[in-house]
């Protein structure tokens, strides 16, 4: 098939590529022309603009990091609204149901259905094909753009038939993810001050009850090895804790373990680390204990 991908950064590049993995042809746009050239190189065309996208192509998928600027090539001058032949939009973007809303409406005053389809994983997920894909939409369009999604991991999940529940299923990940990381990083460095050896830390809790995805996943290849370099910064995380905490009191839902969380994370932010690895909140615990880790890897 003939496809749009708009945002091929962190995510978007692995994701567009197993596209072309597949058998698929692609015209990719970002404002980074590094972030493209990989993609270039393997014969995807290069896109000129939002629009250009949506007038060559019926499929377009968008991978962007924020809500703003997933407003703007939607509404902004040549964007996806002004295209001419698109037909699906297929949403990547953790932006929210609010947001989903207001972008469905708009692209169905177009003629344009929106397939919700929220990814996890991170981008070693996406670059492994490992991801789990969550998906909502109307069920006829979901099943025309599902050979396509399960080229991203093994794991699809439908959601449900309209596009903002992906966008709960997805939030409801997210933030467990972002609590866990947060707790790992308090327990971590209180075994560690405590005499305890990481490695032997880390394979008692991923045989225990205590493993999670920081524990398997985010320990291990950023934090143990000093690097932090998981691959994710920490705004786009606090852009999905805020929408998280958002959705649970709109809902009615005490978000208590949530808030400390969130707490935590923007005193990070606010120490001007919005755009550092979100590994780094290890070394905010640390600085506050006095205590920093040994490097183990």
């Not at 959601?159 to 972002?178: E, F, R, S, Y």
């Not at 070394?283 to 506050?288: D, K, M």
Request: charged share 20%; proline share 5%.
């Amino acid at each position: 098939m003939d496809l749009g991908f708009l945002g091929v950064g962190n995510m978007g590049q692995p994701m567009a590529g197993k596209l072309i993995d597949g058998g698929h042809r692609l015209t990719v746009l970002d404002l980074n022309e590094a972030a493209m050239q990989p993609l270039l190189d393997r014969q995807a065309a290069r896109g000129t603009s939002p629009k250009d996208l949506a007038d060559r192509h019926e499929i377009v998928f968008i991978s962007l990091p924020t809500l703003n600027a997933f407003r703007a090539v939607v509404f902004g001058e040549n964007g996806l609204l002004q295209g001419k032949r698109m037909k699906i939009l297929v949403n990547t973007c953790t932006v929210g149901v609010k947001f989903l809303k207001e972008i469905e409406t708009a692209m169905a005053a177009n003629g344009v259905a929106i397939v919700d389809s929220p990814i996890s994983g991170g981008p070693s997920g996406a670059r492994a094909g490992t991801l789990s894909v969550m998906v909502s939409g109307e069920p006829a369009i979901v099943e025309t753009v599902r050979p396509l999604l399960s080229l991203w991991g093994p794991t699809l999940t439908i959601a449900g038939d309209k596009p903002g529940a992906a966008q709960v299923l997805k939030l409801t990940n997210n933030i467990l993810c972002a609590v866990a990381l947060a707790a790992t990083s308090e327990a971590f460095v209180m075994g560690a001050k405590g005499g305890l050896n990481p490695e032997v830390m880390l394979a008692a809790i991923n045989a225990g009850t205590g493993n999670n995805t920081a524990t398997q996943t985010m320990f291990p290849r950023a934090v143990l090895n000093r690097e932090f370099n998981y691959g994710a910064a920490m705004h786009i995380l606090m852009k999905d804790i805020d929408l998280a905490i958002e959705q649970g009191e709109e809902l009615g839902v005490p978000m208590w373990v949530c808030q400390a969380t969130r707490l935590m994370f923007k005193h990070a932010i606010f120490a001007d680390s919005a755009n550092a690895d979100l590994t780094n909140i290890v070394r905010y615990v640390e600085r506050e204990a006095g205590f920093e880790m040994p490097k183990t890897r």
